[in-house]
């Protein structure tokens, strides 16, 4: 019974000492990751406003086109 349990303690330390690990080295990629995504959330906002301000001008210019004919 102590045996196992020092083994799963062992399986433990090594497991947080593994992630500790990785953690470290992936962090960067997470940075680049949230940077990406951020780039991409920019595009689609100027996207999204162009279309918007395109729109609403169409709008306002076909109300005004009917009232000046």
Known sequence: MLRAL???AGTAVV???AL???GLLLFPLLGILFGAV????KIALIVGLVYLAIRLFR???EDRGSEAA
């Open 6 to 8: 020092g083994l799963l």
């Open 38 to 41: 951020a780039f991409a959330l």
């Open 20 to 22: 500790k690990l990785l």
């Open 15 to 17: 497991g947080v000492l």
């Open 59 to 61: 709008r306002w210019t």
